[in-house]
């Protein structure tokens, strides 16, 4: 009678070591944009924050105002994150009441620069990263 034993060849293992190497490979693209994206949204958000501020400032006295934190009860560190922290200074084009804010990566990894832009008059925003 032949004593056959039960249990993976080395060649088999082998294959098996390649494939997961593969699987792994085509994983680590997909979570570091994730990880990007996680990381973006709060930038986003703090953006989102800043424009409301503007806007609440906008329609209290129909003037743009000064910076970011012109209003009293705003001060830089309501828009601190983790990741991002809005610049108090922006842009406003001439006659067309187009503002730009810019949210800047304060960890050093990278993942850009947004800037949104919005009209004072319509609402509407758009935010590019860079």
């Known amino acids: 009678m032949r004593n056959t034993r039960k249990g993976f060849t080395l060649i088999e293992l082998l294959i098996v070591v390649v494939i997961v190497g593969i699987l792994a ?3 680590i693209p997909l979570i570091t944009s994730n990880t990007r994206d996680a990381r973006r949204a709060e930038g986003e958000q703090l953006l989102g ?6 806007r609440v400032e906008y329609s209290k006295t129909n003037t743009a105002p000064a910076s970011v934190f012109a209003p009293a009860s705003m001060t830089a560190a309501n828009f601190v994150g983790s990741y991002f922290k809005v610049n108090d200074a922006y842009g ?6 187009n503002v730009g804010i810019t949210a800047q990566n304060v960890t050093g990894t990278a993942d850009g620069t947004g800037t949104m832009s919005f009209y004072w008059t319509s609402g509407e925003s758009t935010i590019a990263w860079a």
């Open 92 to 97: 406003t084009a001439a006659g067309s009441f």
């Open 25 to 27: 490979l085509a994983a």
């Open 49 to 54: 924050s800043a424009r409301d501020a503007l």
